[in-house]
Structures are given as structure tokens and as C-alpha cells.
């Protein structure tokens, strides 16, 4: 048994190198940024462009991605994305003007919206259900290390001179290499092979990371469950469904909206506004990563054990107070910098215990076999506008009216999210997806 649980921990692994990737490549403007604005001079709406680009690669990179891995498969098109985020970085590395820089940002985003979709999509459908949260988990826990390393990145070629924002976008091509050349060795997605007729297949792969009956017995449910399907996107509206999709759009929005990617693509920006130096700024933001990636390792512990729900609420009451609290030290004068650092870091450690993994958990668990990854795209899609719209906005609000207005409305979001899963967010803890789908179709 050890065997089958270090094999569904490989193939974890693996597949949230994508998560690495993803985190790595949309944290690196954090300090690049400031840099880049510098060179060509952009203002702060060009700024606020400059990063967010990417934003709307990843609306098109999630809406293909799903749809296109129901058709070709999981394995596949990770594989492709692992060649964008290679194209991305080198061509980041070396533009002649902005427009190039904003056409392989682009790229970089259609690599990022594909993993956002399918690595914890791929890790949901081989994962035993016992253990499914705290391994789709993982792919937030990768993400998270990428945010990480992206700053550590940052802090180390901060002070080599002002073609040091080359460097760090380029150092994102390695990591690519070796996502595409370890996803050669894992297996196509189970359920994936059972849609498409290929059941010795797909009894293979979960033998090995269960017991001969159970994956047998599993593979039988699939195969009932896809009976049960009519395989169309607008099944997705029918009763029962419809309230699984709204669920994931809605959450997904409010994971964003709620002020996340505010403070991780612009953290170095706001510790220059409240006292810092440059160097030092970007040299604070690796805190900031490191508490996000080490309290994603309390959702990894809990999510099997509390459940979904209970955790998410708490993070969002959490959040909201940490926003209300950040807000106001922003009006007091000559307030600390380490003040501001220590309301961040709360912030940061409420939202990586659960509203950063585990919307993603439920996002790639509470939809129906023969259109997850279409269905996925959906919620994944809107989560990548709202994410567009807080990146865009978040240096204009923060120029022409202050960082105050900001993180108060973070703060109000914060409340509509809570209350949002509060009515209305079922729990899914240790049950298959084939007994998650069969729920949405008692309630139709």
C-alpha cells in the first residue's frame, strides 16, 4: 500500500509543477515590474496594463484548456502548456519595446490559465477520495513555492542593474523544461480514459494507486455515473447542476475580488508607499511568500480532516478583518512599515490556509465526468477576469484616491464571500466525485 501512496504523491508532484509555474510566472512582476516601468518610462496605468496582460492570456488559456483536454486529454495539453510558459519566458526576457514584452506576457498567460484548469483538475481525477483534498492541495502548495521562489528571484537580481528585470523573467524558462520532460512519465487521467472507452486503461492507472477492488469498483461507478450524462455544456444548466456552476463562478470571482493578487503582484509597490526602500521592499515581499507558502501547508493538513467549508469560512472573516485593519493604518501618518508587513502577513496567512487551495479543491471536484474540464473553464475564466480587473484597478484606485479605498472594498468582498458559502456552499469531504456528481442530480 505504501507502494500506491507513493506512486499518487509522484504523479502529484508532477503535475503541480504546472501550480509551480503558474505562481512563479504571475509573482515574478512583483519586483520586475518597477524596473520595467523604469526602462520604458510607463505610467500607472501602463503599469497596471503591464501586469494584468497576462490576465487575459489566462482568460483564453483556461477557456481552451478545458474544453480541448475533454477532447485530447489531461496529459496532453499540460504538456502544451509546459511549451508556453517556456516561449513566455525567453521571450520576456529579451523584448526591444513594451509591445513585445506585452505579446509574450500574453503567451505566458495562455500557459498559466491551462494549469490553472488542469493540474489540480488531473490531480482531482487520480487522487483516492480519502485524500483527494489534501492532494489537490498540493497544486496550491506548488503555486505558492512558485510565488516564493519567483521573490527570492526578484531580491537577488534586485540590485544588478537596470536590465535586471531580463533576468528574472528568463529565469522561468528552466523550470519549464523540466515540467515537459517529467509529465512524459505519468499516465493519462482514469476518468478521462473510462469516457473515452479506454477502461483497461484507466483500471491500470487506478490499481496502482489503490487496491485492485476498489479501482475496479471505481471504474464500474464512473461508468455508471457517465451513463447517467448526457455529455452536453448545457446539461450544466439544468437543475442540480445549475447550482454547482453558480457556486464555482461566484466563489471563484470572490476568491479574487476579495484582494489577493493586489497586494502579491504590487507587494513591493505598497511597502515602498509605506517607508521602505526599493531593494528592501522587494526584500520583504519574500516574507510575504513564505508565510503563504507555510500556511498552505495548514490547508494541506486540514482539508481532509475539518472539511472545505469550515475552513473557508473562517479564512474569509480572517481576511476581511486583516483588510479593514490594513486600511486603516494606511490613514494614520507615520505609521510603522513593520505594521503594515505584520497586517499583510495576517491577510496572507488566513487566505493560504483555505481560500487559496481549497476554492481550488472544490472548483475541481463538484463537476460532472464527461464536462469537468469545459465546466472548470467556466469558473476558471470568470476567475481570471476578476483577477483582471483587481490587477488593473488596484495601482489606479491606489494613485488617484489612496491604498485605504482599496483594501476596505477588499474588505467588504470579504463579507459577501463569507456569507456567500455560508448559505450556500455545500461540504464534499471524503466523498468520490462520482457520489459529489450523483448529489447535483437527487437535487435536480
Known amino acids: 500500500m505504501k507502494s500506491k501512496q507513493a506512486y499518487v504523491i509522484f504523479v502529484t508532484v508532477i503535475a503541480a509543477i504546472g501550480g509551480l509555474l503558474f505562481g512563479f510566472d504571475t509573482a515574478i512582476v512583483a519586483g520586475a515590474t518597477r524596473y520595467l516601468k523604469d526602462q520604458f518610462a510607463l505610467t500607472s496605468l501602463q503599469e497596471g496594463w503591464a501586469v494584468s496582460v497576462v490576465l487575459i492570456g489566462c482568460m483564453f488559456g483556461a477557456g481552451l484548456a478545458g474544453s480541448i483536454s475533454d477532447r485530447i486529454g489531461r ?14 519566458a525567453l521571450g520576456c526576457a529579451f ?3 513594451i509591445f513585445q514584452f506585452v505579446i509574450f506576457r500574453f503567451v505566458g498567460g495562455l500557459g498559466i490559465g491551462s494549469a490553472s484548469i488542469l493540474a489540480p483538475l488531473y490531480i482531482a481525477e487520480v487522487s483516492p477520495a480519502r485524500v483527494r483534498g489534501a492532494l489537490v492541495s498540493v497544486n496550491q502548495m506548488a503555486i505558492v513555492t512558485g510565488i516564493l521562489l519567483a521573490y527570492f528571484v526578484n531580491w537577488a537580481f534586485a540590485g544588478v542593474g537596470p536590465s535586471n528585470w531580463r533576468w528574472m523573467y528568463g529565469m522561468g524558462a528552466l523550470p519549464s523544461v523540466v515540467f515537459f520532460l517529467l509529465l512524459l512519465q505519468v499516465p493519462e487521467s482514469p476518468r ?3 469516457k473515452k472507452g479506454r477502461e483497461a486503461e484507466a483500471l491500470d492507472v487506478l490499481s496502482r494507486v489503490n487496491t485492485a477492488e476498489i479501482a475496479a469498483a471505481e471504474v464500474r461507478s464512473i461508468k455508471e455515473t457517465l451513463l447517467l450524462e448526457k455529455g452536453s ?26 484582494g489577493i493578487n493586489a497586494i502579491l503582484y504590487y507587494a513591493p509597490r505598497i511597502f515602498e508607499r509605506a517607508g521602505y526602500e526599493r531593494v528592501s521592499a522587494i526584500g520583504q515581499s519574500t516574507i510575504v511568500g513564505l508565510v503563504n507558502m507555510l500556511f498552505t501547508i495548514v490547508a494541506i493538513l486540514l482539508v481532509d480532516r475539518v472539511g472545505r467549508k469550515p475552513l473557508l469560512l473562517i479564512a474569509a472573516a480572517g481576511m476581511g478583518v486583516s483588510q479593514l485593519l490594513l486600511g486603516a493604518a494606511f490613514k494614520i501618518e507615520n505609521i510603522a512599515g513593520s505594521a503594515i508587513l505584520l497586517l499583510i502577513l495576517l491577510y496572507i496567512a488566513f487566505f493560504a490556509m483555505a481560500m487559496g487551495p481549497i476554492v481550488w479543491v472544490v472548483l475541481s471536484e463538484i463537476f460532472p465526468t464527461r464536462m469537468r474540464g469545459s465546466a472548470m473553464a467556466i469558473a476558471t475564466v470568470a476567475l481570471w ?12 484606485i491606489a494613485d488617484r484616491l489612496n491604498e485605504t479605498t482599496a483594501f476596505w472594498s477588499y474588505a467588504l468582498m470579504c463579507a459577501v464571500d463569507f456569507f456567500f458559502m455560508l448559505f450556500l456552499l455545500p461540504e464534499t469531504k471524503g466523498k468520490t466525485l462520482e457520489e459529489i456528481e450523483k448529489c447535483w442530480l437527487k437535487k435536480a
Open 95 to 97: 523584448p526591444q519595446n
Open 233 to 258: 455544456l448545457a446539461e450544466l444548466f439544468r437543475p442540480g447542476f445549475r447550482r454547482a456552476i453558480l457556486i464555482a463562478v461566484v466563489l471563484a470571482i470572490l476568491q479574487q475580488i476579495t
Open 192 to 194: 478521462w480514459l473510462v
Open 75 to 88: 496529459k496532453r495539453f499540460m504538456l502544451v502548456s509546459a511549451v508556453l510558459f517556456f516561449v513566455s
Open 385 to 396: 477576469i476578476a483577477d483582471f480587473a483587481v490587477t488593473l484597478s488596484f495601482p489606479v
